[in-house]
């Protein structure tokens, strides 16, 4: 949560860390920046944390989110934090719309196995980690 | 292959699908594929609790149950069945049936002997998470202490480890810690469970988690992690070892539990100043700073440890008196949910030496505490740091202030940072009494630097609303000079640079308007119309230059100047509030909502403004329009409580509507312009509207009761112990919450008055009420009867026992908080109208600031006090109806008592904040408490006429020896106040109305709502309530007097009066509510009668003005409100109607 000069919720950054093996990972689960609080890097200083907390305390291969195929704000915004889309899951916002599962590498996928994109779509239900 | 092989094979085969179909929803098929399987294998558990779920999927919740109940008999074992077992209960609110069922489980696996160690162990897990589900923290501890003995040293067969086990009992401990807590602070015993039942001081359960998490770090020498670590740190702040605390941070522990340098940093700098060495805080904040200097939490408490005379004191008492004593707020600290802060002593004394030389140097009156070097080494410190943020984010190198991008990333911590230091000095100086001007005037400037640097961020007003509220009239009129001045500069080079430059010039310009309004400037206030509407004017033109520069931007993104809007329709507000009478005032409310519906053509989404025109909806008795402004914002979840309570039961509270409930999100399109169809159902028919703001509200509340267990239980499974506390924490608030007591109260009195009871949910007595039950004294005792089952007397909420979770932020200027409950909000506005519609200086506002609603400054006490006393009234009244009526049970608290409490509550001393300002119009509305009061007059009244009636019956029954001595007096003077005091003030809302519709004709007729209000109100409550108490007290006289006619042969002298008495009223009361519902119908055709083109008289009239231009989103909004107004009136009608049938 990142609390303003009058204690107001500027934002805030809600995710995980879960996987198995060399897909132990952070996850995003929600980033959410308040409209006043907008056009201030706001969103990447909440990503940074969550990156570093990933890299540093849970020592994870990769960070990844899921965001809808139609929000194109915000995929151009993680794709200039340095994600790149990973693969697409159909129908995994209550089967109307696809998602991008979009990732970037940490230090120790120093291969960068992770971030190499998958060319076919999965279903929800194939997914690893839900 | 095998025949057992087999066996398991077509057992897969049946059971498989039946998950397939549950997967997909297929509740039907699901059943029907168990129907099967069960004819095969007719015992089955598994098959037979896939079948409850199918059954409680399809909305048989009993069926399901009776099947889980079946299976749970026989004890099962098997995880999954007992899992889907869990999940049916769950469900239906059946905490302890799982807990019992999992307790059975474990007992039959560790009956069985070793060779179903494993199993017993993983049911005893289950068992564990059964009691955390139903707050039992001292099973929960037993539980802990059972399974950590029988897990050894490795991964027991749960996957939880024994040292985890251990730090569920280190936990459970705590919170039957916080629980003792929680019970001496209140002075009401804990629930059940959650303390020991030999009572143990909370301090020596403190004591005992500590040596238990000790004794582990001891023998470990290591933490299980960042979330054990932190648990320890709070349990020692808890107790006041504070240095002990920071010896653990900076020693070895801390450094292999907190990964992160920079967070054991901050937590070793926080530990240092609440130990009280600030020095070393400021040393250890400033090195942090330097690595991060946007962190606004850490120059808040730098500026705090070097400075610690402008800190804002916090006073706590102690067992000497009263002592200043500095406790930082910080997120790393006092995590555990109230713990720590329970406790005294909290944090630290302030340094004598430093606090009370400042204080001696200044003669004693107090300097802020610091020295001019004090202030000088601060201000060197922030520019240092603001340094910092401009070489990071124009070098090449990755630092604190690059982007991704390679942009600059915006760090205006330090920046604003400054404008705090001013602001702290002149506060100082002003305390010491020594002129201000000059340390004023840099407060000034400070904020005119922030404005230069940062006047196009949408965030600006918001960062320096705090400091431009603390400036005096002359600094303010300085201030709005230069921004002015700036503003000015910003519009030139709006008009020559490109799009992204003009817009930036604008949001300059926007920012410079919100500061202005923030300063009370343009002063509006005494100025009369014309200035607030000129002032309305240039926030609109000022608007109308951001359309162009924004076409392709997304609706639901902010608009450049979204904030303009909003301020017009205050500023129109303001004039509103100016206006003599209610009646004239409306005319600007009018064109205020106007204002703001043009606007949400084009920016949908935007909230302040869905919130003020929802608000002036409420006020103009159009519920449905306000509901559909207020659904627009698409409110869910936890906002049920924090924003929908307060803008959406008003007016659904205060006026009838037969509306269906609008779509929620993008759904409704132009929501607030269609108003909604004529009612086809009786006054007495359910409010769609009003039921489903109830029972979604009501749905949070006990969704969140019966699912947290769920998410507090992963939470000790993974570990993550500070999330254990913070949900607990989480949950009791909620339980807690002062919306949750208004629903289940609200909901009552609806199911009693057969409105708004037909949405499952909503309340007890769903099944009286269907749209077309008829209104009579028989159905509301019934209904009243089954209500008081969810308003138990002993749960009266009451100012200590409530939390009050409102998000009073988002209430426009000129809708501040009242002191009046829900559903006397919008005509507790209209009777203070000149002191509620005071439109600028938000900032000044006491609710201005976050949390405002549980601040801890006189006026949020007032606040709510007034709350509480408003809802326990309301708790009270379904109590007050079934007594009344002559409805006895268990449940019903007797009248005699009832009405005492509601007498009490109204006499306890007013701490209301006074609303109306002196030289205001004359209050003819009456106010909250006068209604209220109205109600202990009502109620007292019945409570005589029962005591004469039952005695006359008891002479009736042939008892004649009663005598006089004990004869009850008359009931007649009681009576026929209370009726005449509700006559009263329904003929003067009546008559007043009347004189107002005259006046409307003007402007094409719309009302104010006061009046209308209190008529709502009294139709609603009272004269319905008054209206079954005489039918039914007609009834019983008549059966008496029969009954005493045959029994004596004569007629009794006291019977007949209070029969005679008894029907004055009913035609009292018959003729009040006919000669409202006249005067009702009358107006109603009036509005009706008027021509299509009343809208273009309406716009005519305000444009002529000043007002306006209006475009089509105005014309749609106020033409359906005038419409909606036309339908509540209509209903209000048929109201009376039906209370004088009900009363003759």
Known sequence: MAEGPGKQAMGYILGKAEGEGELWHGHVTAVTVGPDFRRQSLAQKLMDILEEISDKVHNCYFVDLFVRKSNSVAINMYAKFGYIVYRTVTGYYSGDEDAYDMRKALRRDAARKSVVPLKKAIRPEDLEWE | ?1144
Request: hydrophobic share 45%.
């Open chain 2, 1 to 1144: 292959m095998s025949r057992q092989l087999k066996d398991i094979e077509s057992y897969e085969r049946k059971v498989r699908p039946i998950y397939d179909a549950l997967d997909s929803r297929n509740w039907k098929g699901a059943l029907k594929l168990c129907q099967q399987a069960l004819q095969k294998y007719p015992e089955d558990q598994l098959i037979k609790v896939l079948k409850a779920i199918g059954l409680d999927r399809s909305g048989k919740r009993e069926e399901a149950n009776q099947v889980v109940d079946e299976v749970t008999a026989t004890t099962p074992m098997d995880e999954q069945v007992l899992r889907l077992a869990a999940m049916v209960l769950r469900g239906s609110g059946r905490l302890a049936a799982i807990t019992s069922m999992y307790e059975a489980a474990a007992a039959a696996a560790a009956l069985q002997g070793p060779g179903q160690a494993e199993l017993a162990q993983v049911l005893l897990n289950d068992v564990f998470g059964a009691h955390v589900r139903e707050s039992n923290f001292v099973k929960q501890q037993q539980v802990a202490m059972k399974l950590s003995k029988a897990s050894g040293l490795a991964v027991g067969a749960a996957g939880v480890s024994s040292e985890r086990y251990s730090w569920w009992m280190v936990l459970s401990l705590l919170l039957q810690a916080r629980a003792a807590l929680r019970a001496r602070a209140s002075g009401r015993p804990a629930p059940p469970g959650q303390v020991p039942a030999v009572a143990l001081e909370p301090e020596k359960m403190l004591a005992l988690a500590e040596g238990m998490m000790s004794r582990q770090a001891s023998k470990d020498k290591k933490l299980e992690g960042y979330d054990a670590f932190m648990v320890y740190v709070d349990v020692l702040l808890a107790q006041g070892k504070i240095a002990e605390a920071l010896a653990l941070v900076t020693g070895p522990l801390g450094e292999s539990c907190i990964r992160l340098p920079a967070e054991r940093l901050q937590l070793r700098a926080v530990l240092a100043a609440l130990s009280g060495d600030l020095q070393a805080g400021a040393e250890a904040l400033a090195e942090g700073l330097r690595l991060n200097p946007d962190d606004w939490g850490a120059l808040l408490l730098l500026l705090d440890c070097l400075l610690p005379g402008t800190v804002q004191m916090q006073m706590a008492a102690t067992s000497t008196g009263t002592m200043q004593v500095f406790t930082p707020q910080h997120p790393l600290i006092l995590i555990s949910g109230g713990l720590a802060e329970q406790l005294p002593p909290r944090g630290a004394p302030l340094p004598a030496g430093k606090w009370l030389a400042g204080r001696a140097a200044t003669g004693g009156s107090g300097n802020g505490g610091a020295t001019a070097d004090a202030f000088q080494r601060a201000e060197g410190l922030l520019k240092e740091l603001q340094a910092l943020c401009v070489q990071t984010s124009t070098s090449p190198a990755s630092g604190p202030g690059q982007g991704g991008d390679g942009k600059p990333m915006i760090m205006r911590g330090p920046d604003l940072a400054l404008v705090e230091l001013a602001l702290r000095r002149h506060r100082g100086a002003a305390a010491t009494a020594s002129a201000g001007s000059d340390t004023e005037a840099a407060v000034v400037d400070a904020v005119l630097d922030y404005f230069h640097k940062y006047g196009d961020l949408v965030s600006c007003a918001v960062d320096l609303r705090t400091y431009v509220a603390a400036l005096g009239p002359g600094a303010s009129e300085r201030l709005a000079a230069g921004l002015a001045e700036a503003a000015d500069v910003a519009a030139g080079a709006a008009a020559a640079g490109d799009k992204r430059e003009a817009l930036k010039a604008l949001r300059r310009q926007v920012c410079a308007a919100q500061l202005r309004d923030e300063l009370g400037l343009p002063r509006l206030e005494g100025c009369g119309p014309e200035a607030a509407l000129q002032a309305a004017q240039q926030f609109t033109t000022l608007y109308a230059t951001a359309r162009p520069l924004q076409e392709d931007l997304d609706s639901r993104e902010r608009g450049a100047a979204d904030e303009l809007p909003a301020l017009a329709a205050a500023a129109l507000v303001s004039a509103a509030g100016a206006a003599p009478s209610d009646v004239e005032a409306v005319p600007y409310m009018l064109a205020a909502y106007g204002t703001l519906a043009d606007a949400l053509r084009d920016r949908p989404y935007g909230a302040a403004m869905r919130i003020a025109a929802a608000e002036l909806a409420a006020l103009l008795a159009a519920p449905a329009a306000a509901a559909a402004h207020v659904y627009k914002l698409d409110v869910k979840h936890v906002q049920m409580d924090t924003l929908a309570s307060h803008l959406l039961l008003p007016p659904l509270l205060t006026w009838p509507s037969s509306a269906p409930p609008p779509p929620a999100g993008p759904a409704a399109q132009n929501p607030g312009e269609a108003a909604p169809a004529a009612s086809t159902s009786g006054s007495g028919g359910p409010s769609p509207l009003l039921a489903k703001a109830l029972s979604d509200t009501r749905a949070l509340f006990e969704d969140h009761g019966r699912d947290a267990g769920e998410t507090l239980f992963t939470a000790y499974s993974h570990g993550m112990y500070t999330k254990v506390l913070e949900f607990t924490a989480f949950r009791e608030r909620l339980a807690d919450a002062h919306t949750f007591s208004l629903v289940r109260a609200e909901g009552a009195i609806a199911d009693c008055l057969l409105r708004g009871a037909a949405a499952p949910g909503s309340g007890g007595a769903g099944a009286a009420a269907t749209s077309d039950a008829a209104l009579s004294a028989d159905a509301i005792r019934a209904a009243a009867l089954a209500a008081v089952k969810s308003v138990k007397a002993t749960d009266v909420p009451s100012k200590d026992s409530l939390r009050f979770n409102w998000d009073l932020t988002t209430r426009p200027t000129w809708s501040p908080p009242c002191a009046a409950g829900p559903s006397l909000q919008p005509l507790q506005w209209w009777s203070s109208r000149p002191a509620c519609a005071r439109a600028q200086g938000y900032g000044r506002r006491w609710w201005s600031a976050p949390s405002s609603a549980e601040a801890a400054v006189p006026e949020a006490e007032a606040w709510r006090a007034a709350q509480a006393a408003a809802a326990a009234h309301r708790w009270l009244l379904p109590h007050c109806i079934a007594g009344a009526l002559g409805a006895t049970g268990p449940e019903v608290l007797e009248l005699r008592e009832t009405v005492g409490r509601l007498q009490a509550l109204l006499d306890a001393p007013s701490t209301s904040v006074p609303a109306s300002s002196p030289g205001s119009a004359p209050v003819t509305l009456c106010d909250e408490r006068a209604l209220r009061r109205l109600d202990v007059q009502l109620y007292q009244a019945a409570l005589a006429v029962q005591e004469e009636l039952s005695q006359a019956a008891g002479t009736t029954n042939g008892s004649d020896d009663a005598g006089p001595e004990v004869s009850a007096p008359s009931s007649g003077p009681a009576l026929s106040e209370a009726v005449g005091a509700i006559h009263r003030a329904a003929a003067a809302a009546t008559s007043r109305l009347s004189t107002e519709a005259a006046a409307a004709e003007a402007w094409g007729g719309l009302l104010p709502g006061g009046n209308l209000a209190q008529l709502a109100h009294l139709l609603r409550e009272p004269m319905t309530i008054l209206a079954a108490c005489l039918q039914t007290w007609q009834a019983t006289s008549r059966a008496l007097q029969k009954k005493r006619g045959k029994a004596a042969g004569g007629q009794d002298a006291r019977l007949h009066k209070l029969a005679a008495d008894v029907a004055a009223a009913a035609e009292e009361l018959g003729a009040a509510a006919r000669s409202c519902g006249d005067a009702l119908s009358s107006l109603k055709a009036t509005a009706a009668g008027r021509a299509a083109s009343a809208n273009e008289a309406l716009l005519g009239y305000l444009q002529e003005r000043g007002a306006g231009p209006f475009g089509d989103g105005a014309r749609a909004a106020l033409a359906a409100l005038a419409r909606e107004q036309e339908l509540t009136l209509a209903a209000l009608a048929q109201a009376a109607t039906a209370v004088a049938k009900l009363a003759l």
